[in-house]
């Protein structure tokens, strides 16, 4: 042992025997947590997924996957292959189904999407509060906050006046889930959240709501700390900036 310079103690003229560091450890750790969050969520992009698509749905799935993409930075270059191996295998999948032409029943594709946001991850350890004032309600709260796979969380009344029915906690759909979809579609998904989103988001056109409701998902989300990395990256890939209705 004593020829092992790695073993000389410090009064020998040695280095001291150091503890392995726990920093590639914890970074590890985090880089598994997140790839874990990312596959999970092609998983549910996958539910969605039917024997034929709208041209809307099938563009906003692939959207979806794009915003997977965009957490690439947080995951470790070893972890890098397999999310990206998920990715492009849904989005190949997802490109090799043929387009309905004919739909007979819009709301009937949209289905799958809208029971996956009142069945998504709704575990939150913290809770942050906002209160808003619209001048035509009285002030009302919406809660916020993250899940395990760094999903914006929501909890709310149910509805903004009396019976206001309790509150209800849903998944905050990304902006980008809106970019394709026809006003009516937007209306039926936000029919699913809280009185309050639709409230603060529904305007009188398409593109006009898919700014106001941009804004408001910047504004919960930057409320909630382990958030502010996912909206500057989603404001990086320009999932974020504001449309002109």
């Given amino acids: 042992m004593r020829n092992d310079t790695a073993l000389i103690s410090k009064e020998e003229g040695g280095s001291p025997i150091r503890n392995p560091s726990t920093a590639a450890e914890d970074a590890r750790l985090a880089s598994l947590i997140a790839l874990d969050g990312i596959l999970k969520q092609v998983k549910e992009i996958m539910k969605q997924v039917s024997a034929s698509l709208t041209k809307n749905k099938k563009e ?8 997977l993409s965009e957490r690439m930075p947080s995951l470790l270059d070893i972890d890098h292959p397999c999310a990206k191996k998920q990715i492009s295998d849904a989005r190949r999948q997802i490109e090799s189904i ?34 808003f004032n619209t001048g035509s309600t009285s002030p009302f709260i919406i809660k916020c906050g993250s899940n395990s796979n760094s999903e914006l969380v929501i909890k709310a009344n149910s509805r903004i006046q009396e019976p206001k029915e309790g509150e209800i906690i849903r998944v905050l759909p990304r ?3 809106l970019s394709n ?42 409320k909630v700390p382990s ?14 900036k504001d449309v002109k209705s």
Avoid: C
């Avoid at 809280?194 to 919960?220: H, I, K, M, N, Q």
């Fill in 60 to 67: 906003a799935l692939i959207a979806s996957l794009d915003d």
């Fill in 98 to 131: 043929p387009e309905d032409l004919h739909p007979r029943d819009e709301s009937r594709s949209l289905q799958p999407f809208i029971d996956s946001i009142s069945t998504a991850d709704t575990e939150v350890t913290q809770w942050n509060v906002l209160q």
């Fill in 175 to 177: 902006p980008s889930i």
């Fill in 181 to 222: 979809m026809s006003y009516e579609e937007i209306k039926q998904t936000l029919d699913q959240l809280p009185e309050a989103v639709s409230l603060l988001a529904l305007a009188r056109t398409a593109d006009g709501t898919r700014a106001r409701y941009s804004r408001l998902f910047r504004t919960l989300a930057m």
């Fill in 227 to 240: 958030l502010r990395d996912l909206v500057a990256e989603l404001e990086k890939g320009g999932s974020l």
